[in-house]
């Protein structure tokens, strides 16, 4: 049973940086392909990064490439996601997300697994 649970949210000024951990409470997280997503306030939840199950391939969404870093360990059933360079519009409630496949990785409805999301807030 994959279980996860986001953690390292938080309310940072413009600028600052932030590390989210998705962890896996069903240790099955190894084996999957797992997504960060974001929403904001009125708007659609909208893919942000990803990495493949053995951390060989990872994809950005644009806005956020050269600022956030996707990374994994798998021996502690973690996914991270390092944010550097935050600015006011990466205000968001960020999930993860896991699927066994990483085809259609940016589309929501692909992922068969979602942790409940933390608060990131970039004060401008």
């Known amino acids: 049973q994959v279980q996860l649970v986001e953690s390292g949210g938080g309310l940072v000024q413009t600028g600052g940086s932030l590390r989210l951990s998705c962890t896996d409470s069903?240790?099955?997280?190894?084996?999957?392909?797992v997504g960060w997503f974001r929403q904001a306030p009125g708007k659609e939840r909208e893919f942000v990064a990803v990495i493949s199950s053995r951390a060989s391939v990872t994809y950005y969404r644009d806005s956020v490439k050269g600022r956030f870093t996707i990374s994994r360990d798998n021996a502690k059933n973690t996914v991270y996601l390092q944010m550097s360079g935050l600015k006011p519009e990466d205000t968001a409630v960020y999930y993860c997300a896991a699927k066994g496949t990483f085809g259609a990785y940016g589309s929501v409805p692909s992922y068969q697994y979602w942790g409940q999301g933390t608060q990131v807030t970039v004060s401008s």
């Open positions: 069903g240790r099955t997280i190894s084996t999957l392909t």
